[in-house]
């Protein structure tokens, strides 16, 4: 009866965390919708030196990213995403709770390569560290100038690494729901 007991203490925990980062992530939302409403009626007066907010779309652009990641995690937790239910409500309790289970591991697989993946592209963007250093962290080869927004001219690895963060909550979310649906499982409890 351990397992299931830590569980629930890193359940708290991982729900804590999950919401806390989409509560930053309904912010950033939040703030690019007055931004563009802002930019809008901006464009639209267009006199006496109101105009529209430069780099308005690269803002957004970055935002939306950060906070689509910032969501995931939260999501998976709560089991939010997409599910056909149609024919596995008539299946047993026990096959749904293995279904459940499966869902799960293909979930936590490929939030593993989204997290991968990502990690990647921001050591591909990050334009600092000696190579030694690069080399043993797998961020490839340093850039020769850090690459950057057309107008703003922020370095692409920002939003990348914010996002990262909410990918690599995804993951542990992931693998914690797996934990659940494990212990599920084995105890015939419905969560």
């Not at 930019?39 to 639209?44: A, Q």
């Not at 599910?83 to 096959?95: E, H, W, Y």
């Not at 490839?140 to 107008?151: D, L």
């Amino acid at each position: 009866m351990v397992a299931p007991q830590l569980e629930q203490k890193a359940g708290r925990l991982l729900d804590i965390l999950a919401k806390a980062w989409a509560w930053v992530g309904g912010l950033i939302l939040t703030g690019l919708a007055v931004m563009t409403v802002v930019s809008v009626i901006g464009r639209k007066i267009n006199a006496g030196g109101i105009t529209g907010i430069t780099g308005d779309y690269e803002l957004v652009e970055a935002g939306v990213a950060i906070a689509i990641f910032a969501f995931l995690p939260l999501c998976q937790l709560r089991r939010g995403h997409v599910t056909v239910d149609i024919l596995s409500n008539t299946f047993p309790m026990g096959v749904q709770r293995a279904l459940m289970l499966l869902g799960d591991v293909l979930i936590t697989i490929v939030a593993f390569v989204i997290m991968w993946r990502l990690y990647l592209g921001v050591g591909e963007k990050f334009p600092y560290f000696d190579q030694p250093l690069r080399d043993a962290l797998s961020m490839g080869y340093k850039p020769f100038f850090p690459e950057t927004t057309y107008e703003l001219e922020i370095q692409l690895w920002l939003p990348m690494a914010a996002a990262l963060i909410g990918a690599v909550l995804f993951f542990v979310a992931s693998v914690f729901t797996v934990w659940r649906s494990l212990n599920a499982l084995g105890t015939g409890a419905a969560r």
